[in-house]
């Protein structure tokens, strides 16, 4: 099952995750992303992550098996 992760030090800050991909982000309050699931485990929420991932303008977004 993969794992989903949030690289802090990679992360602009834009939105991008959350904003489009609620289901497994959310902002804190100093607005970064935290993950709200840390191991999508159906087809469609792994294709959520891997979407967010793509689009992520820092490539802050890390998909592992």
């Known amino acids: 099952m993969p794992a989903l992760r949030v690289d ?7 939105g991008e995750c959350y904003y489009n991909h ?4 959310k902002v804190d309050k100093e607005g970064f992303p935290t993950v709200l ?5 159906t087809p469609a929420l792994i294709d959520e992550a ?4 793509d ?3 820092g490539q802050a977004i890390i998909l592992e098996d």
Do not use: H, N, S, Y
């Not at 802090?8 to 834009?14: L, N, R, W």
């Open 8 to 14: 802090k030090t990679k992360c602009i800050k834009a």
């Open 22 to 25: 609620p289901a497994l982000f």
């Open 37 to 41: 699931i840390e191991q999508p485990g």
């Open 50 to 53: 891997q979407a967010a991932r």
């Open 55 to 57: 689009v992520c303008p």
